[in-house]
């Protein structure tokens, strides 16, 4: 295979194949994390860090629509619900637990452990990805 096909592999169409799925979600994770800590930064940084947590809800919730999008258009092959509403509220409540782990975490890892807020996004991300794409492929995007 050489790297014109790999690339296509990788990149174009559906897949049910699980590792493209996993390497989409990481690029699709990865992106949806460039603009959740960017926001989170900007936010930060601008108007202080008296409201971290606050801003840390706003910025993974732009991390949520991003991660919704490539899921539905690029990462999953399958689609479990037939009714988008419900899809799209089941996906927002597993946004919404993965934010309550984002909130935790943050808080366990910035404020009672004493990290540096980005140093404690990161581990926070790692955990909360696992978490969001095993819920995700089990309820939303099964294999029928």
Do not use: P
């Amino acid at each position: 295979m050489n790297l014109r096909e790999l690339a296509g592999l990788l990149f174009k169409g559906k897949t049910g194949d699980l590792r493209i799925q996993i390497f989409r979600y990481l690029v699709s994770g990865g992106t949806a994390f460039l603009v959740d800590s960017g926001l989170l930064t900007l936010l930060t940084e601008t108007l202080g860090s008296g409201h971290l947590l606050l801003w840390t809800a706003i910025a993974f919730s732009a991390g949520l629509v991003v991660t919704y999008l490539f899921s539905i258009f690029w990462v999953f092959d399958n689609r479990s619900l037939k009714s988008r509403t419900a899809e799209v509220l089941i996906f927002v409540l597993i946004g919404v637990s993965g934010l309550a782990l984002t909130e935790l975490f943050m808080w366990l890892f910035a404020r009672k452990a004493g990290l540096h807020y980005l140093i404690a996004k990161i581990i926070t991300t790692v955990l909360v990805f696992v978490w969001n794409f095993i819920a995700k492929k089990t309820i939303l995007f099964r294999s029928k």
